[in-house]
């Protein structure tokens, strides 16, 4: 099923330690039935297997498919079909999208058609870009995509609904977020962004009453229950610059600039922002052409988007943006974007939030890429020389018209690599997440201790908590009021506490 692609591409340059790792790339044969299949995405649910969604159009009829990721042998499923009619709205930019949960949950979004006015009627103020414009349906399936609910209206208050982004929140509810048109009807200037809780009774929810018109929206959700978004604003003077919010008790933050790039346009771009998350740690990958200077830019939140790094720039030529990212457990992260000449790129970015060498994912002078390739981590680096694995998915201008790629990234040994030392962690050190605290007391019987802690953004915020532990913690070895450093992990829906080192001085 797997083509390997003839020359390696070369991340790093020759050292004196001879030929450095190699990022790797493998085509896998997509199960699209139909030579024009378009649109494509992939979501990951918490078992680690990918889905891939698509759209086929035959005839005056639209349907969006599904396959999912044997990883073992580096192929997809058979296609199966999530929901299909007549008059969908299909576009390059704006296009379906899933959310897996767990036990075979999963939340497919895509988009139809409003029918057009009577005649003589009008459409409103005039500012109706699609014309009637679209609105978006979605469907659910409890049984891996074996069933699915039938088609329901994402909102029943506005029949003006792009570009949404979806989350499966850490209680299994499934967030949305999108651009809606409903003010722009009445006579309004700008598009605004809502979102809601997929399903849920209560009115929509608005984040953001002035937004850019067509850019993608992006979420991700956290292990505490809350979610992060990210999108392109519209302000004053037509600053069109990216914003993050943040999603917590029902609630959603007061929206705020990602990175200050001014970048005034008085249009719309059609590039939005990415993000992925590991725990609380969040990477972003956007495009901005501030300052006539086309570029894509990456940046990092140790702290679940409370603060970003000062971005780094990952393209070397000149780029149409159309970005994508994934972030490892070990705090390296990988971006895509593509090129005016239609090349797709990816560059690594790592843990020490340095670039190493672009590459080029499609060759020079082959099929142009069309729409927006995205990304999804299929096997995460944990230790050892097992490289981590990307699945990539994107359309082109040939046959075959939509491509899925498997990237393999050697990161342990890239790491030794840059450290010019044999100093990748261990698999133990990349379980879970660091945390500080103060033990509290300890249960032997339940073999639970319980710990005053420092917050974990993103996981859990300050205060305490009962942790599920090995039983040797529970003899006596840690006393109560000792300090320590140690790593927590979910398993089995409990936490535990390991990898303990006790820290001298009195408790804080």
């Known amino acids: 099923m797997i083509r390997a692609v003839a020359t390696f591409l070369v991340l790093l340059s020759i050292s004196a330690f001879g030929a450095v790792p190699r990022i790797t790339t493998e085509d896998v044969a997509t199960p699209a039935a139909v030579a024009g299949a378009s649109g494509s995405s992939l979501a990951v649910g918490p078992d680690g297997v990918a889905w891939l969604t698509w759209l086929e159009r035959t005839g005056q009829d639209t349907a969006l498919r599904f396959a999912t990721f044997d990883a073992a042998g580096k192929q997809w499923s058979a296609a199966r079909t999530i929901a299909h009619g007549p008059d969908w709205f299909v576009n390059w930019a704006d296009f379906p999208a899933v959310t897996v949960g767990a036990q075979g949950r999963a939340t497919a979004v895509w988009f139809v058609n409003n029918p057009a006015p009577a005649t003589g009627t009008s459409l409103g103020d005039g500012h109706d870009h699609h014309g009637p414009g679209y609105r978006a349906f979605h469907s659910r399936t409890t049984d891996a995509g074996q069933t699915w609910t039938p088609p329901a209206a994402l909102t029943h208050e506005s029949d003006s609904v792009e570009f949404v982004s979806l989350a499966t929140l850490a209680d299994g509810r499934v967030l949305a977020a999108w651009l809606d048109g409903r003010a722009k009807k009445k006579g309004g200037k700008a598009q605004q962004l809502f979102a809601r809780i997929v399903g849920e009774r209560g009115p929509d929810l608005l984040v953001d009453d002035s937004v850019c018109d067509c850019c993608q929206t992006a979420l991700t959700a956290f292990p505490d229950g809350t979610a992060l978004l990210t999108y392109r604003g519209r302000g004053d003077e037509e600053v069109r610059d990216i914003r993050v919010t943040r999603f917590r008790g029902g609630e959603w933050d007061e929206p705020r600039t990602l990175n200050s790039d001014d970048w005034r346009i008085n249009a719309c771009p059609v590039n939005g922002p990415q993000l992925a998350s590991d725990g609380g740690r969040v990477a972003v990958a956007w495009f901005t052409a501030a300052d006539n200077d086309p570029r894509v830019l990456a940046s990092f939140s140790p702290d679940a988007g409370a603060r970003f790094l000062m971005p780094l720039r990952i393209n070397e030529t000149k780029p149409a943006g159309r970005v994508a990212t994934v972030l490892l457990h ?29 590459i080029a994912l499609t060759a020079a002078g082959t099929a142009k890429i069309k729409g927006f390739p995205r990304l999804a981590l299929v096997r995460d680096y944990a230790g050892g020389k097992v490289a981590a694995q990307v699945l990539v998915t994107f359309s082109q201008e040939d046959a075959p018209a939509l491509r899925t790629l498997l990237v393999s990234v050697p990161e342990g040994d890239l790491l030794e690599a840059e450290k010019n030392c044999d100093c990748a962690p261990t698999a133990e050190q990349l379980r879970g997440f660091s945390i500080r605290g103060v033990m509290v007391g300890v249960k032997p019987e339940a073999a639970t201790m319980q710990v005053r802690h420092f917050e974990l953004p993103g996981v859990f915020g300050e205060g305490t908590r009962e942790f599920k532990v090995a039983p040797e913690l529970t003899g006596g070895a840690v006393a109560a009021g000792q300090q320590f450093f140690g790593r927590v992990e979910k398993r089995d829906g409990a936490w535990w506490l390991f990898d303990v080192r006790l820290i001298a001085g009195p408790a804080k």
């Open 330 to 358: 070990d705090g390296a992260f990988l971006v895509t974007w593509v090129d005016v000449a239609g090349t797709l790129w990816l560059r690594r970015i790592t843990p020490d939030f340095t670039t190493t060498e672009p």
